[in-house]
């Protein structure tokens, strides 16, 4: 059975930064395809904020550019999300999204706020 497990969340105030991880059981991070974050705010749809395929290259969303780098530990089998420079927007809840020969896996998300 696949578990994502998120942790890292948490308050702080804008220019601030946090660390978001998302480990891993049950499969093997090196033979994973790819692995995104998302968010979701209330009352909006769920965003996608970056993702990092197996080959290592990245995709981030143009809100976050610059701002957040995703990466990933093969030996702990764990993916992470750096926030710096966090704005209010940013607030949401973080949910790490990950591939396994073609299947989705989800975790149950984090919750990032962000004060002014």
């Known amino acids: 059975q696949v578990q994502l497990v998120e942790s890292g969340g948490g308050l702080v105030q804008a220019g601030g930064s946090l660390r978001l991880s998302c480990a891993v059981s049950?499969?093997?991070?090196?033979?994973?395809?790819?692995m995104s974050w998302y968010r979701q705010a209330p009352g909006k749809q769920r965003e996608l904020v970056a993702t990092?395929?197996?080959?290592?290259?990245?995709n981030y969303a143009d809100s976050v550019k610059g701002r957040f780098t995703i990466s990933r530990d093969n030996a702990k089998n764990t993916a992470y999300l750096q926030m710096n420079s966090l704005k209010p927007e940013d607030t949401a809840v973080y949910h790490c999204?990950?591939?396994?020969?073609?299947?989705?896996?989800w975790g149950q998300g984090t919750q990032v706020t962000v004060s002014s």
């Open positions: 990092i395929f197996s080959g290592g290259s990245t």
């Open positions: 999204m990950g591939i396994w020969s073609g299947l989705r896996y």
């Open positions: 049950g499969r093997l991070l090196r033979f994973n395809t790819m």
